[in-house]
């Protein structure tokens, strides 16, 4: 759910999309953090969107929707959509010869391991998806080999249907192979193979294929299109499937034994992994979405004809950046970030009112007659102030002052006005103070001064990071 506040820049040129990119960076951390949220930002995936470069700002809490990798060694930071790692090199070994080996009822990696007596890494692992491709069109080679593979083991009863499945087809088979000790990510998966959405293949897609669920490999499958993670391409002889069931093959090289359409980084980032710039351990944190920004470039002007003339007379497409922060988000991580056990507490640059006046005592007290003067002086000092004038209990206003969380509580009470004074007290301390009634506009203003600048103290410049 993101109701946004949308900021977008219009550029001549991708130096000045660089430069209002830049500026919209700062910016939002500045923004964040007079919210009184300590964001971070992290490199993302472009998505939807599109575009060439973007982050998200990410307020870190475990109730968060995204897992975020994170590096204590050099700051490295990035959505495990996109989150690259250093990958554990494989052994330095000649190529030998393939051997095919019987393996019962071994299904997974861990038993393959297991049954063999190998480490996971010493496997390949295959991924069976089924990838709507942004244009929606396959090869018509791909076709062919589909509809052979197809009429050859599900029968000419099906023929027609998948002819007419085929004409234009709107998916094609992606086979992606990894190392036994990775997993695959399926957002670097469809950006490898430009989809528009993945789902798994189904058994009968498979078999289609050539394949055997629980025994693939890419070796003999037609009508694929294979995605090779780098690190299996860069590891000799490894344990694949047969396509058959009950077995496996040793051996197997990438290169010698079979090819790739694609040979990318499709490897999911886990906690522990190697940091990609420095080599530091990456952990793992969870964290809410609350605003990103995007390089779109002329993705869309140049959909849109959007264009200007240059200096020299010559039609360019307009260069564009987006900004955006989640409003509904933000509030929700500001009210996780800034509570206790009784309620909110408001940083006083987004509280609704800095001040919340109450009054003990009945409606014709000198109390409740103090705090009507108190309440039309702070309105005529320009404070504004949530006046409980309610006939409660102490605790019941006191609890609802807490609940409601205003940085700050004044309590006008009689024991108080025996002193001529109020109570004055921060939501996020414990400590009261009495101050005299002729003091409580200017000490009032003092703290409110004092909780800004605590905020504004946060307001730093962050170094930029590209993602």
Not at 62 to 84: F, W
Not at 193 to 211: C, D, M, N, Q, S
Not at 277 to 299: D, Q, W, Y
Request: proline share 5%; aromatic share 6%.
């Amino acid at each position: 759910e993101f109701t946004m506040k949308d900021s977008y820049s219009l550029d001549v040129d991708a130096d000045g999309l660089d430069k209002q990119y830049r500026a919209h960076y700062q910016a939002y951390f500045d923004i964040f953090r007079r919210c009184g949220l300590d964001a971070i930002a992290v490199g993302s995936d472009t998505g939807m969107m599109g575009g060439t470069l973007a982050h998200e700002y990410m307020a870190l809490t475990p109730i968060g929707e995204d897992t975020l990798m994170l590096c204590e060694g050099c700051g490295y930071a990035a959505n495990r959509q996109v989150a690259r790692f250093q990958k554990p090199p494989a052994a330095d070994e000649a190529p030998c010869p393939i051997e095919k080996v019987a393996t019962p009822d071994v299904t997974t990696i861990a038993d393959l391991a297991a049954f063999l007596d190998i480490p996971a890494a010493k496997t390949a692992k295959a991924v069976f998806m089924m990838a709507e491709l942004a244009n929606q069109r396959i090869s018509e080679s791909a076709n062919e080999r589909i509809k052979e593979s197809t009429n050859e083991r599900m029968g000419e009863s099906r023929n027609a249907q998948s002819a007419t499945h085929n004409a234009q087809p709107a998916e094609q088979f992606i086979f992606a192979v990894i190392r036994g000790d990775m997993e695959v990510n399926e957002t670097k998966l469809a950006n490898a193979v430009k989809a528009k959405a993945l789902r798994p293949a189904t058994e009968a897609e498979i078999h289609a294929v050539g394949a055997e669920p629980g025994y693939g490999s890419p070796l003999g499958v037609k009508g694929a299109l294979i995605v090779v993670d780098d690190a299996v391409a860069a590891s000799p002889n490894l344990v694949a499937g047969a396509n058959e069931a009950g077995y496996h093959l040793r051996n197997v090289n990438y290169g010698r034994d079979y090819s790739a359409d694609i040979v990318a980084d499709i490897a999911a980032a886990q906690e522990g992994d190697a940091c990609p710039v420095c080599g530091a351990s990456l952990r793992a944190e969870r964290g809410v979405e609350v605003g990103n920004i995007f390089k779109l470039g002329t993705r869309y002007t140049e959909a849109m004809g959007a264009r200007f003339l240059d200096q020299d007379g010559e039609l360019k497409p307009v260069v564009m950046g987006s900004y955006g922060i989640g409003i509904g988000r933000l509030l929700a991580c500001v009210a996780e970030m800034h509570h206790d056990d009784y309620g909110l507490i408001w940083p006083i640059t987004v509280a609704p009112y800095p001040v919340h006046l109450l009054t003990l005592g009945p409606a014709d007290s000198e109390a409740a007659a103090v705090a009507e003067r108190l309440y039309a002086e702070l309105q005529a000092a320009g404070i504004d102030a949530l006046f409980d004038d309610r006939d409660r209990s102490p605790g019941v206003k006191f609890n609802d002052a807490d609940l409601i969380g205003l940085p700050l509580r004044i309590t006008v009470a009689a024991r108080g006005l025996q002193q001529q004074s109020v109570e004055l007290k921060r939501r996020d301390r414990k400590d009261r103070e009495l101050i005299p009634l002729v003091d409580i506009i200017p000490a009032l203003k003092a703290r409110i001064a004092e909780l800004e600048a605590e905020i504004a103290a946060t307001l730093v410049e962050v170094p930029f990071r590209d993602a």
